[in-house]
């Protein structure tokens, strides 16, 4: 159900049951006119159920139209083209409704909201550094987890971090053969990356590395205490590292369960797999082997040499997760490599019978024109840089615009416009699109962007404030009239703001929020160049100023659902 209100919603049910009593029928659609002529509102109800009703749909939208209940909601209907049913609102009506569209007023209550949405996202593989190939999980999940709350679920978010895979062998050889102990007091996390870059030039001309490799990381498996206290260690120097830059992103989870976690709970799960006979022995090795229209390779859930895999574990998170969870639905957010890993092992858990609804929220991976980024070639652009050069630009852009702001709401400014650059030219994209890397588009302020949206909120801020000084107090209790087809406009857009967000919640997708909100600015700021607010008669000026505040507030919420803030001073 799209619907920009319950009680126009409920106008539309009655009619149709009035009309066609019981018959099954699809749900009304209500979306937002392609054109001013066309009303403010359209459905395309009767072309959506012309076959189930048996009728043209032209004639279904006359019967619609005919015998339309009574009520003070509806200015007029209209039929247009094969079976549109245009909708004009009575203006006090519109008025009404945008002040239902913020959270507390709307009511989201017909959404399935029982249980708990674990979003598994950011996960970064430990003792690496985050780049910036890692920001799009982890702004992307965080978004969605917003978006989720902010509708009203219970939201798990769940740090799945890498660190019990194959890099600690290697990192456990590398940090006895070559640390640096300066280097490393001096700065933890860049002297492992640096010994774990090491090894991989080494292994190359000594490739029995890989199997010392091999061996230590066997050893940690199985508790060897040596290997065990520097595995704990590297945890934590990671662990802190990326604090900092959660905290920087605003960024937070409710767990931390990394892969370790799950490694007591694997050899059930493989035990589980081989007695329903889904896993088989194969080479001394254990693997699944698929159905041939599933189209997937066969999946090894253990290895010859007894140890778990990356598969193995996750089979062993849903598991986890659905005996300790109301599960609602589990989302996952990696780049687009992994889908045949999330095929397999989705495809494992249905075949063992554990009927828990999963999503792999997969996103193009982000790559420099010349190809990927890789900790292992050491061609990356660190996340700490990315937000300290995106801070750096705003600076430039704040200090040349407002040199007389103190030195520290400069800096402040600069972080919050900085940040919010950097993550809406990621989640104002479709996820599945890959990025090529360029500085001067992630960081452009201009046009479809953070800081155009920002400036637009802090704009609308700026007035309210003088309306404030001229003794106008705008609340939610002043009464809005709208008249001006670009007031119009701008207020038929921002009642549609629910339908944004749980069409966002629907596909996954943050972008559908960030065009929503570019839109709403464009609106707002040519109904404000068209639509002076301040030196007017005092109806028509509380009336704009308060359509002003709805905008701004819908800005800020919005924004709010991308990790990004707003300020009311720039
Ligand atoms: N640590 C993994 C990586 O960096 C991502 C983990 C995603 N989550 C999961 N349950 N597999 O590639």
Redesign the pocket.
Known sequence: MLIIDKEIFSLFEQTIKNLYGDKELKQIEITIATNEKFGDFQTNFAMMNSKLIGNNPRAIAQAIVNNFVENDVIEKLEIAGPGFINIFLKNDYLGNLLKKSRKEAYDYSFLNRKGDVII?FS???IAKRMHIGHLRSTIIGDAIARVYRFLGYHVVADN???DWGTQFGKLIIGYRKWLDKEAYNENPIEELERVYVQFSKESEEHPELEEEARQELKKLQDGDAENFALWKEFIKVSMDEYAKLYGRLDVHFDTFYGESFYHNMMQSVVEELVEKNIAVEDDGAKVVFFPEEDNLFPCIVQKKDGAFLYSTS?IA?VKFRKDNYDINKII?L?DER?QDHFKQFFKITDMLGWNVPKYHIWFGIMRFEDGVFSTRKGNVIRLEQLLDEGKKRAYDIVNEKNPNLSEEEKQNISEVVGVGAIKYADLSQNRQSPIIFEWNKILSFEGNTAPYLQYSYARIQSILRKADEEGKVIDYSKELVIEDKLEKALANHIATFPMAVIKAADTFKPNIIADYLFELAKKFNSFYNNCPILNQDDETLVSRALLAKIAGDTIKDGLSLLGIETLDRM
């Open positions: 598994d996960s970064p593989n799945h971090i890498g996750d998170t996952y990696t992994q």
